[in-house]
T-cell receptor
Framework: DTGVSQNPRHKITKRGQNVTFRCDPISEHNRLYWYRQTLGQGPEFLTYFQNEAQLEKSRLLSDRFSAERPKGSFSTLEIQRTEQGDSAMYLC??????????????FGPGTRLTVL | AQSVTQPDIHITVSEGASLELRCNYSYGATPYLFWYVQSPGQGLQLLLKYFSGDTLVQGIKGFEAEFKRSQSSFNLRKPSVHWSDAAEYFCAATNFGNEKLTFGTGTRLTIIP
């Protein structure tokens, strides 16, 4: 396994359109996270899954955003009615349940979203 | 509120010179601390982490960091930088039972020949 993968790497869309991103975590990692990173800022937490359960959501995650992890493996992040303010890098990370790597999050390359 | 501060937005050092990147945290409980590096077009790569124990931690690529509780700091150091170290560096923190990482705003490192 080569790490966390994200698709697509880049997405350009028009304002008002819906977009969906996919994240495939490291196999056997039961925790999966989504972050958003805007230019000149560090990543900001959006939401977190343990297996298929979404256990925490940030206030940044408006009702236009929805994330799923239906079988506890890959996850999708959908943004409905995109706005120019949604333009950012969307990062996915995964981590194992315990052991020495507890709370160590492994990040994917990100999906860069541009809303025109 | 929990926060991580990286006071330096941009640092320029000469190749072969030593490096220190600053990180200060504000957390109620003893934090878990991390340094990540992000190169253009790449994801965040973990350099090192501190959970407990020895306050001087060694990481990959010759980096080390020292946890100083009295100063609420976790500064990253490298004795001799290489041109390939040019990147964005992020300090992050969390604590036991908290799943989300709180990141600083990052420090961009430029290396000059």
């Amino acid at each position: 396994d080569t790490g966390v993968s994200q698709n697509p790497r880049h997405k350009i869309t028009k304002r008002g359109q819906n977009v969906t991103f996919r994240c495939d975590p490291i196999s056997e990692h039961n925790r999966l996270y989504w972050y958003r990173q805007t230019l000149g800022q560090g990543p900001e937490f959006l939401t977190y899954f343990q297996n298929e359960a979404q256990l925490e959501k940030s206030r940044l995650l408006s009702d236009r955003f929805s994330a799923e992890r239906p079988k506890g493996s890959f996850s999708t992040l959908e943004i409905q009615r995109t706005e120019q303010g949604d333009s950012a890098m969307y990062l996915c990370a995964s981590s194992p349940a315990g052991g020495r790597s507890y709370n160590e999050q492994f990040f994917g390359p990100g999906t860069r979203l541009t809303v025109l | 509120a929990q926060s991580v501060t990286q006071p330096d937005i941009h640092i320029t050092v000469s190749e072969g010179a030593s490096l220190e990147l600053r990180c200060n945290y504000s957390y109620g409980a003893t934090p878990y601390l991390f340094w990540y590096v992000q190169s253009p077009g790449q994801g965040l790569q973990l350099l090192l982490k501190y959970f407990s124990g020895d306050t001087l931690v060694q990481g990959i690529k010759g980096f080390e960091a020292e946890f100083k509780r009295s100063q609420s700091s976790f500064n990253l150091r490298k004795p001799s930088v290489h041109w390939s170290d040019a990147a964005e560096y992020f300090c992050a923190a969390t604590n036991f039972g908290n799943e989300k990482l709180t990141f600083g705003t990052g420090t961009r490192l430029t290396i000059i020949p």
